[in-house]
């Protein structure tokens, strides 16, 4: 069978390709597996060489991948363009940990005990299409740093840039085996992957009610499994707060990537004191929001992944908004920036809208406001605005989330831990932390004693 990979920019065919099945997914994992030996054996100093090639490789190839994330996805090509440059960080990043990832020696009465990080052997990616490349990077680079063979499967939508970069490996001297790519369905090649008795481990990166599948098939063997799924992620502008600031940093952290982010903050909380000042600012600041071909040098947003998930976003927009924006006419799936007046008990505030939909909700107090940003099942991202240093501590540490940031609404950066309470899933992406999620403690004593 083929699989046809659209533009959705343009609606119009990017490339045509063999859509892999249960067969092409065992191959994959057998040809990992061959190669594990060899690349568990390697000596640091060498995975460290090969790691740093291919993250020169990645700035090298720069334009080329960024191009072809933004035909692939339809993101800006601004934002394709950082998201590589962040790819070839996260490559050089886990090169420089592979000889950092220490053990221990503990005393103990009658010899030495030692730990070890041991790499746990074939290991399964499934990245989702809205960051394709960045995600892969981000699972790529600890697991290969660990002395892991993975078999990566990018999603349907968006396999473009994962080829790419598995040839690009190759061009950098990581040997066959080692990172593989399959292309096909996640309910053949995914579930076959979370099913396969080789493979030691399943990183999985998308929706929660898919997560809770992943769990479930991976209980069969015991199988080691981390997981970053859903958010729906608030930003709680309090009225002490740079409130001009505040509401022109709002629309980037929603209708970024056309809002198909798991971190966006689709739900701003707002002071009730401050509430219409804010308000007023941010239908402003989403006004100026640039949306339109991905291509150009000035475009700020672009279409949605597909016609099915347009119908899907449009599906939670209710009533009349407090503002709609402009978006293209003709080919592609696109959707204007909207701002919502919500409760948090509406459904686009309850539930993962993944589009460009902002639900604004009003609240009186620190402690409503705790309330409100807990009241979902989601814990995943968010954003605190306040010009009080103890209230800005005190939230923080009450909100049930996995990454939060004081007056900013950025979530990721390559050396620091990125995941999720709750329903958002478990385990950690990017840091050192990382490391630990790709490998076993093992635990060696050493008697002493004649």
């Not at 041991?118 to 981000?138: M, R, T």
Request: contains cysteine.
């Amino acid at each position: 069978m083929t699989l046809q990979v659209i533009n959705p920019a343009t609606a119009q065919s990017l490339a045509e390709l063999h859509q892999a099945g249960v067969e092409e997914t065992d191959r994959a994992v057998a040809r990992a597996a061959a190669a594990f030996p060899r690349w568990r054996a390697l000596a640091p100093n060498d995975r460290i060489r090969l790691l740093r090639r291919l993250a020169s490789l990645v700035e090298e190839h720069g334009e080329e991948l960024a191009r072809l994330e933004t035909r692939n996805v339809g993101k800006p090509i601004s934002d394709s363009r950082a998201e590589v440059g962040m790819v070839a960080d996260v490559f050089h990043f886990y090169a420089g940990a592979i000889d950092k990832h220490h053990g221990q020696t503990i005393p103990v009465a009658g010899g030495v005990d030692m730990t070890f990080h041991e790499p746990l052997g074939v290991v399964g990616l499934i990245v989702p299409w809205n960051f394709p490349l960045n995600i892969s990077s981000w699972k790529l680079g600890p697991s290969l740093a660990c002395g892991n063979t993975v078999v990566l499967k990018p999603a349907e939508l968006t396999p473009m840039s994962a080829l790419r970069l598995a040839e690009l490996a190759l061009d950098a001297g990581i040997p066959e085996g080692v990172f593989n790519v399959v292309v096909g369905p996640g309910r053949v090649v995914g579930e076959r992957l979370v099913e396969h008795p080789d493979v030691s481990k399943i990183s999985f990166t998308g929706s929660t009610e898919v997560g809770a599948r992943v769990m479930r098939g991976a209980a069969a063997t015991v199988k080691r499994v981390s997981l970053e799924l859903g958010g729906k992620s608030a930003s709680v502008v309090f009225a002490d707060a740079d409130i001009e600031k505040a509401a022109a940093a709002a629309p980037g952290a929603v209708f970024g990537n056309a809002g198909q982010d798991c971190c966006a903050r689709s739900r701003v909380l707002v002071q009730r004191s401050a509430y219409d000042a804010f308000v007023t600012q941010l239908v402003e600041a989403v006004a100026r929001v640039k949306v339109g071909d991905p291509e150009k040098e000035d475009t700020e947003m672009g279409p949605l992944i597909s016609e099915q998930h347009r119908e899907t976003v449009s599906s939670f927009v209710e009533g009349t908004p407090l503002f709609v924006g402009n978006a293209p006419d003709g080919p592609g799936f696109w959707y204007p920036c909207t701002v919502i007046e919500a409760s948090n008990t509406d459904r686009v505030a309850q539930e993962e809208v993944f589009g460009p939909v902002l639900a604004v909700i009003p609240f009186e107090d620190e402690a409503e406001a705790v309330r409100i940003a807990n009241d979902t099942p989601y814990g995943l991202s968010g954003s605190v605005w306040t010009r009080d240093g103890a209230r800005a501590l005190r939230v923080v540490r009450a909100i049930d989330t996995g990454v939060i940031s004081v007056n900013a609404n950025t979530s990721v950066r390559v050396a620091t831990p990125f995941g999720g309470f709750k329903q958002s899933g478990f385990g950690r992406e990017l840091g050192m932390q990382a490391m630990d999620g790709y490998s076993e403690v093992k635990n060696v004593f050493l008697a002493t004693d004649s």
